[in-house]
């Protein structure tokens, strides 16, 4: 059974940074692209960024660009978001999703952590 | 971008009767592979998002065969045929056709 699990979720300041991991069991880690994907509060989802089985392609939502990073790490089975220079209205739950359509496949999101909530406020 | 734009953003239906959700793109969702890369979720109140559909009209394992997914090009529908309390949510279509990944606005189902 797919099962992936967020965490590193909290509060911090405008202008901070937080890494949130999402750990990953039950399928073969590496052939699976992901995503994460956030829903900021009584609002609609809204998708953040992608990555490739392989990690060597990724995608990012303009909101985002250039303050966050995703990456993974396929010996820990791990997926990773660096959030830097936080903002107000990245204020959200943030899930993450598991395309089961190919390492190279981006349109499955047919799995789905739990979410960790982030709130970014002084 | 493309746009997805659903309606109606509410939905109030009776226990058994059908529902029908409609979902329209700014752009047309099928891929150079001949593909249309278009999802269902539904979201329970305090729940992560499930997949229903995928490419349209491909209702995933577990998911009733009261669902169903049609359309094509920039228009599409999810229909409940009987809907039962369970069904009680918030339903985002979704397009991967093209970068970025884009989300409808949401349908809120609830029961009269």
């Known amino acids: 059974e797919v099962q992936l699990l967020e965490s590193g979720g909290g509060l911090v300041q405008p202008g901070g940074s937080l890494r949130l991991s999402c750990a990953a069991s039950g399928f073969t880690f590496s052939s699976y692209a992901m995503s994460w994907v956030r829903q900021a509060p009584g609002k609609g989802l809204e998708w953040v960024s992608s990555?490739?089985?392989?990690?060597?392609?990724?995608y990012y939502a303009d909101s985002v660009r250039g303050r966050f990073t995703i990456s993974r790490d396929i010996s820990k089975n791990t997926l990773y978001l660096q959030m830097n220079s936080l903002r107000a209205e990245d204020t959200a739950v943030y899930y993450c999703?598991?395309?089961?359509?190919?390492?190279?496949?981006?349109?499955?999101?047919?799995?789905w952590g739990q979410g960790t909530l982030v709130t970014v406020s002084s | 971008d493309v746009v997805m734009t659903q309606s109606p953003l509410s939905l109030p239906v009776t226990l058994g009767q059908p529902a029908s959700i409609s979902c329209r793109s700014s752009q047309s969702l099928v891929y150079s592979d001949g593909i249309t890369y278009l999802n269902w979720f539904h979201q329970r109140p305090g729940q992560s998002p499930r997949r229903l559909i995928y490419k349209v009209s491909n209702r995933d394992s577990g998911v009733p065969d009261r669902f169903s997914g049609s359309g094509s090009g920039t228009d599409f529908t999810l229909k409940i045929s009987r809907v039962e309390a369970e069904d009680v949510g918030v339903y985002y279509c979704?397009?991967?056709?093209?970068?970025?990944?884009?989300f409808g606005g949401g349908t809120k189902v609830e029961i009269k």
């Open positions: 979704m397009q991967a056709t093209r970068w970025p990944l884009t």
């Open positions: 990555i490739s089985g392989s990690g060597g392609g990724t």
């Open positions: 999703a598991g395309h089961n359509c190919g390492g190279n496949c981006y349109s499955g999101f047919d799995s």
